[in-house]
């Protein structure tokens, strides 16, 4: 709900508890990856999203997260091959 409603750095305080509670939650680390991600905290974006990889090895979520702060810090060959690793992961029609 934070984190919809735009309330990104309260979301990242709740996140935080809920990983801290529960670090297998492959949900929760994404969630704070994205929140982070909003907040402009590239490093803690991918660490974020990281775990959550770690947990889920094919979430498109996760794989989507780490080539956004990826393209973000300007690494854009990086981010190709995660959105792409994404779209294996979750394929779309166009």
Not at 45 to 62: G, K, N, V
Not at 71 to 91: C, I, S
Request: aromatic fraction near 4%.
């Amino acid at each position: 709900e934070l984190h919809r409603t735009g309330r990104h750095a309260d979301a990242v305080i709740a996140f935080r508890r809920s990983v801290a509670a529960n670090p297998d939650n492959a949900v929760a680390h994404g969630n704070l990856g994205a929140c982070l991600l909003e907040l402009g905290d590239g490093a803690a974006a991918e660490r974020a999203f990281a775990a959550q990889q770690r947990l889920e090895p094919r979430s498109a979520e996760a794989s989507n997260g780490l080539a956004t702060v990826a393209l973000a810090r300007g690494a854009v060959e990086e981010a190709r091959r995660g959105y792409q690793q994404t779209l294996t992961f979750a394929p779309i029609d166009i």
